[in-house]
């Protein structure tokens, strides 16, 4: 990968919380200077750079060196890739290893991967020593467009994913859009998902820009990422400068969610459905459960399915692994999602792509036709 030592960020965006905002750096190359920008937001110069083992090889040494550059003192702590490490015994793991390196109330963590990294970081800086600094170097889509913004930590319990967390904003997001130059097609299509979820939830304008220059972005045109990851990351910012803690406007950020939450629940959160992949075939269902509403027409609806599948999305759930989906128990699970309010679950829905809003009162039984034809398709 080539190195851009020089290069500054293309785009600045800031997180506006009061005493807690931050900044999000986006450009391609970022990490090579990132030791400079990490330097003039630290208490102490000394860090622990947190990664796992499928991005160490990639970007470990490249993000050592700028740090040890900027002289930020520095170790490195390298956890198994994958969902599980998001769990009990890993995060425990974590916070016993620093403890016994001896990190103090100054020292930084810096996360460096994607969502899980992001989030197992960000939940141990929130809990030692009752809160320490981190700094997110996300180095996939969906990291860099959603997971590294906004300070939702967690970790998942026995009883569901995400349900062991904090709100606890980083120090700083660095997004080096070349790193996701090795990302698996795969994980970059499913990043792809949420970022399609920005234009679909309230950017009519930007949904039209995906439609011109989607295929450009997943083929790796820097403008594009940049372009892409920098409006993202700028709605996602508005939004929670303005409900950081999920009480109103930010459940928007859940378009697609309820579906997607009970597809995974039910196939394990495993390898059949990445998490951005049920998002895609979650918006979907949230646009058809709009336009059987009458809220939007079935012309959005096929508008944007067509999107999500021209990229290479699916938009319908995949074979169930056991046979046949269960249309009851997906509804016994959107019943248990964390987003249930006072027992009623709750919905993104759309009048038109671009104007999505939050319904608390979907009639259960338009949602079970909905999940039927899916599944039957
Ligand atoms: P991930 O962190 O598991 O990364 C996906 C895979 O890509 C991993 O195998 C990883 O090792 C690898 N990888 C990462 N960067 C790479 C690179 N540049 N090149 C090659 N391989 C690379 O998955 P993710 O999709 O980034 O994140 C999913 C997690 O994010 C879930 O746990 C989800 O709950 C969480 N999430 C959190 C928020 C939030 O607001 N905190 C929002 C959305 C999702
Ligand atoms: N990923 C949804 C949120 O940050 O609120």
Not at 151 to 163: C, D, F, M, S, V
Request: net charge negative.
């Amino acid at each position: 990968m080539t190195s851009h030592a020089d290069s500054g960020p293309v785009e600045q965006i800031t997180v506006d919380l009061g005493q807690r905002s931050y900044d999000i750096l986006i450009g391609p190359g970022l990490i090579d200077s990132a030791g400079a920008q990490i330097s003039s937001r630290l208490d102490t110069p000394r860090a622990f750079i947190i990664t796992d083992a499928n991005v160490a090889p990639l970007l470990g040494d490249r993000l050592a060196a700028s740090l040890e550059a900027a002289g930020i003192d520095h170790e490195m702590i390298v956890l198994p890739p994958g969902e599980a490490t998001k769990s009990f015994g890993p995060f425990e793991n974590l916070l016993d290893e620093l403890l016994q390196r001896g990190i103090e109330r100054a020292t930084t963590l810096v996360a460096l991967g994607g969502g899980v990294i992001g989030d197992i970081t960000g939940f141990a800086a929130s809990t030692l020593l009752r809160g320490i600094n981190y700094v997110q170097v996300p180095t996939t889509l969906l990291a860099q467009v959603d997971s590294s913004v906004g300070g939702k930590t967690a970790i998942n319990a026995r009883h569901g994913k995400n349900l062991i967390g904090s709100f606890y904003q980083p120090r700083l997001v660095v997004a080096d859009t070349q790193t996701l130059d090795t990302l698996p097609r795969r994980e970059l299509l499913a990043g792809y998902a949420e970022v399609v979820k920005y234009g679909l939830l309230g950017d009519a304008e930007f949904f039209a820009w995906l439609e011109a220059n989607g295929a450009a972005l997943l083929s790796g045109d820097d403008q594009a990422r940049i372009y892409a990851v920098a409006k993202s990351c700028r709605m996602k910012a508005a939004i929670v400068a303005e409900d950081e803690q999920e009480r109103g406007r930010r459940t928007l950020l859940n378009l697609g969610h309820t579906f997607a939450h009970a597809l995974e629940a039910e196939t394990g959160f495993g390898e059949l459905m990445l998490h951005g992949e049920a998002v895609a075939i979650g918006m979907a269902l949230a646009f058809d459960l709009s336009a059987r509403l009458n809220l939007c027409t079935p012309d959005e609806a096929a508008r944007v399915r067509r999107h999500l599948e021209g990229a290479g999305l699916s938009t319908e759930p995949p074979g169930h692994p056991e046979g046949q989906w269960d249309i009851q128990r997906l509804i016994s699970l959107i019943g248990t999602d964390k987003k249930v309010s006072q027992g009623r679950p709750v919905f993104v829905l759309a009048r038109a792509i671009g104007e999505a809003f939050v319904a608390r009162d979907v009639d259960l039984g338009d949602v079970e036709a909905i999940l039927g034809r899916a599944v039957a398709a």
